[in-house]
């Protein structure tokens, strides 16, 4: 079954590669509403989500000669997402980026007992730019702080202080969230 | 990274990793149209660059053509002409690396340089000869116009006329050093006429 699946996998990588219509279409539907989670993610608008990944799609499409198997196609493609979002956001809004924060107030993070029943998107869209793009890339796509740095042309010291900025902005939003909730239900 | 389960960062992840989300409008067609719209850019644009390097072809062969038409005289007065071909030679053996021949040319270079004034004649002197041919004698006057005009068929007389009252404009404007010694050598005849114009009586039978 599991051999079946990964021909049926590489046979649609194939198809791609001949820029075949029904192949993409098929890699559309599969994959579009997983994108455009991630497309959310980083921008908060639906529409000018949806733009990036129109460009992102084309940019898939057209350059998927350049995928030399190396690794998962969909990580590759999601790879693609990202990076037409973090441009679009680039291109479209200007991006502050605080100062350093002193090293030992990076490690005073402390962990509290938290109740899951919050809207992640809430949270996150109340991020500024630069704190979204930088958490997004280090808690989600899992990216490294040096491969963050290259990414959004900055230094791995500014990419640390956003994470810890965003962490904590986090949390206040959360907290201030579960106030309200507490108040409304009293 | 925390991977503990009870923070707020791994919360997030795994929501958005198991969200999906359904897309608002119809995405697939904007797709199509833009990929369709790449495709048929990338057609014209190489058709584009076919007609530029066919243009530039064809401009280049003809302006190669015609260069070489008018370059083509100016060769051949080149090599007509000895003085250029003698200051040519030095300059040529400055390619060869053998010593003989730079011995050879050195020596050529001595006698060249012994001889200049040779070379100054042999170049001044087909150009001093072309100056003069440049220049209009002005002695063809009376008797030699005369014969001339009448051995010219009547169709070119008209303009051949309008040619001779041009250069007797010109007469106007200049004093002719041959009617000026003639009137120096024959004062005694000429006699100045009522209208203030001097005028000389000859007999051309007794000459």
């Known amino acids: 079954m599991k051999l079946l699946f990964n021909n049926k996998k590489e046979d649609l990588l194939s198809r791609l590669k001949k820029q075949d219509p029904a192949a993409q279409r098929i890699f559309y539907d599969q994959s579009v509403k997983k994108f455009l989670s991630v497309a959310k993610s980083y921008i908060s608008d639906i529409y000018q989500a949806e733009d990036c990944l129109i460009k992102a799609f084309c940019k898939i499409f057209k350059h998927i000669e350049s995928f030399r198997g190396e690794g998962n196609f969909e990580g590759w493609a999601r790879k693609i997402v990202v990076n037409e979002c973090l441009n679009f956001i680039k291109s479209h809004k200007t991006v502050f980026y605080l100062d350093d924060v002193h090293a030992s107030v990076l490690e005073e993070i402390h962990e509290e007992q938290i109740v899951f029943d919050f809207n992640a998107q809430e949270l996150l869209d109340q991020l500024p730019d630069a704190y979204r793009m930088v958490f997004n890339l280090y808690v989600i796509e899992e990216y490294s702080h040096q491969?963050?740095?290259?990414?959004?042309?900055?230094?791995t010291a500014v990419s640390k202080t956003q994470l810890f900025r965003a962490k904590e902005k986090l949390r206040k939003i959360y907290?201030?969230?579960?106030?309200?909730?507490k108040n409304e239900h009293l | 990274m925390n991977t503990s389960k009870n923070n707020i960062e791994y919360q997030i992840k795994k929501q958005i990793q198991e969200r999906e989300i359904a897309p608002s409008r119809d995405l697939w067609s904007e797709i199509e149209s833009q990929s369709q719209?790449?495709?048929?850019?990338?057609?014209k644009r190489v058709n584009w660059f076919l007609v530029a390097a066919c243009l530039v072809l064809t401009l280049s062969l003809g302006a190669v053509l015609f260069?070489?038409?008018?370059?083509?005289?100016n060769v051949q007065v080149a090599e007509n002409n000895p003085a250029k071909e003698v200051k040519e030679n030095p300059v040529k053996s400055e390619n060869v690396n053998s010593t003989k021949v730079i011995h050879q040319n050195q020596k050529e270079y001595a006698e060249l340089k012994d001889s200049p004034s040779q070379l100054q004649a042999e170049t001044k002197v087909p150009e001093i000869t072309a100056e003069k041919k440049e220049f209009p004698i002005i002695k063809e006057n009376s008797k030699e116009m005369a014969a001339q005009i009448?051995?010219?068929p009547a169709e070119k007389i008209?303009?051949?006329?309008?040619?001779?009252?041009?250069q007797q404009v010109k007469k106007k404007r200049y004093v002719d050093p041959s009617t000026l010694l003639f009137s120096v050598e024959h004062k005694e005849v000429i006699e100045k006429t009522k209208g203030g114009s001097n005028v000389a009586t000859i007999d051309l039978n007794t000459k």
């Open chain 2, 67 to 73: 260069l070489d038409k008018d370059n083509q005289p």
């Open chain 2, 158 to 166: 008209l303009a051949k006329a309008d040619s001779v009252q041009t």
């Open chain 1, 147 to 155: 491969e963050i740095a290259d990414t959004l042309n900055i230094s």
């Open chain 1, 175 to 181: 907290f201030q969230q579960q106030k309200k909730l």
């Open chain 2, 150 to 152: 009448s051995q010219i």
């Open chain 2, 37 to 43: 719209n790449g495709n048929t850019a990338q057609t």
